[in-house]
């Protein structure tokens, strides 16, 4: 989990393209890996992914799964 106040790693990663209306990123998540590289990145808010604002965690904890995997 990060606190980012001033959005200078959610801009780095490239989250603030899902920015909600008050400019601050939205439902987003993503894995890092040992290298700082993105492993998998989802904005769960964004309308091309459905616009939910909730995921279950067993979905949440499958797709990072596979992305340890890969």
Known sequence: MLVDPDATVSTAYDVMQ???GTGEPGHT???VDEAGEIAWIRDYG????GGLMY?????LTQHIGAALDA
């Open 55 to 59: 995921v279950p965690i067993e979905e």
């Open 46 to 49: 964004a309308p091309e992914n």
């Open 18 to 20: 899902w920015a909600v």
């Open 29 to 31: 998540f993503i894995l």
